[in-house]
């Protein structure tokens, strides 16, 4: 198990960029695969990107494709989501999430929330 602190959240205008990040505490993060996920107020929770444990396999959903990057420090037991050209739809809590090993691909990950342990969410405004 491992424990999952998100920063980084907060208000920005379109256009603009964040960088999310999320400290873990446990097992060494190399071992995890990796996963940010989104829940606006007018849907259910979607995965927007996700990692295996090797950063050789990547999923974006199709809304972030090119905006987003998912990124990882083993070092430093620390993973990001970096965000560029944000809109107001990308507005929302976002939470990382990890699984231990590769039990399954990034993409199916992401879109079955196949996750073992979630951070508390930050809240990222898209605002003019």
């Known amino acids: 198990q491992v424990q999952l602190v998100e920063s980084g959240g907060g208000l920005v205008q379109p256009g603009g960029s964040l960088r999310l990040s999320c400290a873990t505490h446990?097992?060494?993060?190399?071992?995890?695969?990796l996963g940010w996920f989104r829940r606006a107020s007018w849907k259910e929770r979607e995965g927007i990107s996700c990692?295996?444990?090797?950063?050789?396999?990547?999923y974006y959903l199709d809304s972030v494709a090119g905006r987003f990057t998912i990124s990882r420090d083993n070092a430093k037991n620390t993973f990001y989501l970096q965000m560029k050209n944000l809109k107001p739809e990308d507005t929302g809590t976002y939470f990382c999430a990890t699984t231990s090993g590769d039990p399954f691909r990034p993409q199916v990950m992401c879109e079955y929330s196949k996750i073992e342990d979630w951070g508390q969410g930050t809240q990222v405004t898209v605002s003019s």
């Open positions: 990692v295996d444990t090797r950063d050789e396999d990547t």
């Open positions: 446990g097992s060494p993060l190399k071992y995890y695969s």
